[in-house]
């Protein structure tokens, strides 16, 4: 099973900007889709961001669209997520996550990391 660690959090004022880094340990990175997701208070965990394994599939939580980025490094088995125009809604723990397959559902990732909090302040 890979491990996975988060970075990159922290407070930001809205309509600033935050890099996400999930670093990923193992030698199967390269086989795995990677997502983002985040949970706010008493609420739900929900997809943000996916990637497929060379990146030639990516798909965005509308909420999201346009102003998240992700991406993946294989050479440093990293998956990272460019947040810009970040609003007070976005506050939450965001989590990185792999699956060997394709899929946006939080329910089939099977490799979670243990989150990194992001705040975003009016």
């Known amino acids: 099973q890979v491990q996975l660690v988060e970075s990159g959090g922290g407070l930001v004022q809205a309509g600033g900007s935050l890099r996400l880094s999930c670093a990923a340990s193992?030698?199967?990175?390269?086989?795995?889709?990677m997502g983002w997701f985040r949970q706010g208070p008493g609420k739900e965990r929900t997809f943000v961001a996916v990637?497929?394994?060379?990146?030639?599939?990516?798909a965005y939580a509308d909420s999201v669209k346009g102003r998240f980025t992700i991406s993946r490094d294989s050479a440093k088995n990293t998956v990272y997520l460019q947040m810009n125009s970040l609003k007070p809604e976005d506050t939450a723990v965001y989590y990185c996550?792999?699956?060997?397959?394709?899929?946006?559902?939080?329910?089939?990732?099977?490799?979670w990391g243990q989150g990194t909090q992001v705040t975003v302040s009016s």
């Open positions: 996550a792999g699956m060997a397959g394709w899929a946006t559902s939080p329910a089939v990732f099977g490799s």
């Open positions: 193992g030698q199967t990175f390269r086989t795995y889709t």
């Open positions: 990637i497929s394994t060379r990146g030639g599939m990516i």
